[in-house]
Nanobody
Framework: QVQPVESEGGLVQTGGSLMLSCIVS????????MAWFRQAPGLERERVAT????????FYTDSVKGRFTISRDNANNALYLQMSGLKPEDTAVYYC????????WGQGTQVTVSS
């Protein structure tokens, strides 16, 4: 089973920026719509951003629109999430997966935003 590997997150102050990356092994990556998800303590996992396999279509949940940018590099099986204007409510464990959750969930990466 393929398991995405997310890069290390971190601790940032409110208003700060952070870039997350994820590598997915195998040939399926380049033909799948991919997404970033996050799960805050006590809450369900939510989809934050999606990018189509062609990169032509992107979706963002309302709470991150204008602050987060999703991108991908199909040649290197890499998915990225550039986060700026971070808020304490963005604190969560972030995961990448296909939009349809085809892969096993990875370890995720902790992002903590201090107020």
């Amino acid at each position: 089973q393929v398991q995405p590997v997310e890069s290390e997150g971190g601790l940032v102050q409110t208003g700060g920026s952070l870039m997350l990356s994820c590598i997915v092994s195998g040939r399926a990556f380049s033909s799948l719509d991919m997404a970033w998800f996050r799960q805050a303590p006590g809450l369900e996992r939510e989809r934050v951003a999606t990018i189509s396999w062609t990169t032509y279509r992107r979706f963002y949940t309302d709470s991150v629109k204008g602050r987060f940018t999703i991108s991908r590099d199909n040649a290197n099986n890499a998915l990225y999430l550039q986060m700026s204007g971070l808020k304490p409510e963005d604190t969560a464990v972030y995961y990448c997966n296909s939009e349809d959750r085809n892969f096993e969930w990875g370890q995720g990466t902790q992002v903590t935003v201090s107020s």
